[in-house]
């Protein structure tokens, strides 16, 4: 929940009318008010109000000064997308914004680095460290140098309503993950902020075929997944596969697959264990980590293809998904035929590799 609730009496319509208004007649005091009206607006609105106020709070966004409170009204709107209001309605101005933010802090890092010694760190993101000194080394005028240097240390902040539009619909995330992912991860391997939720979201694949091979048996499925992590993935593939009665093993629990499946996310956390079938594996022979994503599957011969292996040693995980929000999937669409899978097992490093990853 980004804002906390509080049960009094609002009408956060009107407040909202006169935050518009105030924005629109660039009235710099006039919306510095309206805007604080709107915020305890909105811890006191109810979900039918806060269903009407996200997409005129999402739409505000690009009116609003890059040095002013940005990321803070896109938490508004991201609040009111919590409780309800359409999350493809208000995706376009958030995400926009965080995706200026995004470039304007990589900017920030690169005139910084620029300006300085090999040895010469980046700053921790926080305003403290805005000032003159600062805005003199990043160059340029001193408008363009204050916004870089506001979004390298706010950035974080457009995180919490970019993950509540990007989690509850696949439409927006197939429209702006290909935009957002590689500046998010350029921006990350800076290691100054935590871009790790942001990132995830941004990867995670929604209806995608999989080529699976089950080394120890030589067979091989095909298999079409989406939403959710590998710990996911594991838990519903060897439900398909060791359930299904396709490779020897032990089935998940039925709580592990339901709590890996279904649409309405657990209510806090349970005690629900799930216990690892397989080795994940490249088709290097590179192990595919449960705490990763399955587009860290490579893409072979135009196809993501994860080799299934006995497992080294025993795993046993929470059950809970890493965004509750989003259910995972993993159907059966065919097995494959035995030559079919001797091809695929070719591209492998137990066969003899000669498929061109893509």
């Not at 709107?38 to 996200?54: F, S």
Request: contains cysteine; glycine residues 8%.
């Amino acid at each position: 929940m980004i804002f906390k609730r509080k049960q009094e009496a609002s009408d956060l319509g009107a407040t909202v009318s006169e935050l518009e208004q105030a924005v629109d007649a660039r009235d710099g005091a006039r919306t510095e008010r309206a805007f604080t009206a709107a915020i305890k607006g909105l811890q006191q609105a109810t979900d039918a109000e806060c269903v009407l106020a996200g997409p005129r709070l999402a739409a505000l966004l690009p009116a609003f000064p890059p040095t002013g409170p940005r990321p803070l009204l896109a938490s508004a709107a991201g609040f009111c997308v919590e409780r309800g209001a359409d999350p493809a309605a208000c995706a376009e101005p958030i995400l926009g914004g965080l995706h200026r933010d995004l470039l304007n802090a990589l900017e920030f890092a690169r005139r910084w680095t620029a300006a300085g010694g090999a040895e010469d760190e980046l700053p921790e993101p926080d305003e403290k460290i805005i000032d003159d000194a600062l805005l003199a080394r990043l160059g340029g005028d001193a408008y363009e140098a204050t916004r870089w240097a506001l979004a390298w240390c706010a950035v974080d902040e457009w995180q919490p309503p970019a993950l509540a539009v990007l989690c509850r619909s696949a439409q927006v995330r197939r429209r702006h993950a290909s935009t957002l992912l590689p500046a998010c991860r350029d921006l990350a391997a800076l290691q100054r902020h935590d871009l790790k939720c942001l990132a995830y979201a941004l990867a995670v694949l929604d209806d995608e075929p999989l080529v699976v091979l089950h080394r120890p048996s030589g067979t091989g499925f095909e298999v079409r997944i989406g939403g959710g992590d590998n710990f996911q993935l594991h838990t519903l593939l060897a439900h398909v596969l060791v359930g299904g009665g396709h490779v020897p093993g032990t089935a998940p629990s039925a709580e592990s697959v339901r709590l890996a499946t279904d649409p309405e996310p657990a209510r806090g956390r349970t005690e629900a264990v799930a216990t690892g079938a397989f080795e994940l594996l490249a088709p290097d022979g590179e192990r595919i980590w449960n705490e990763g994503l399955p587009d860290d599957i490579p893409v072979v011969e135009g196809c993501r293809l994860l080799v299934l292996d006995e497992p080294m040693y025993q795993r046993k995980w929470n059950a809970d998904r890493f965004f509750p929000l989003l259910p995972g999937r993993a159907e059966l669409t065919r097995v494959l035929s035995a030559d079919e899978a001797r091809t695929w097992f070719a591209c492998t490093s137990s066969g003899n590799g000669t498929c061109r990853a893509s």
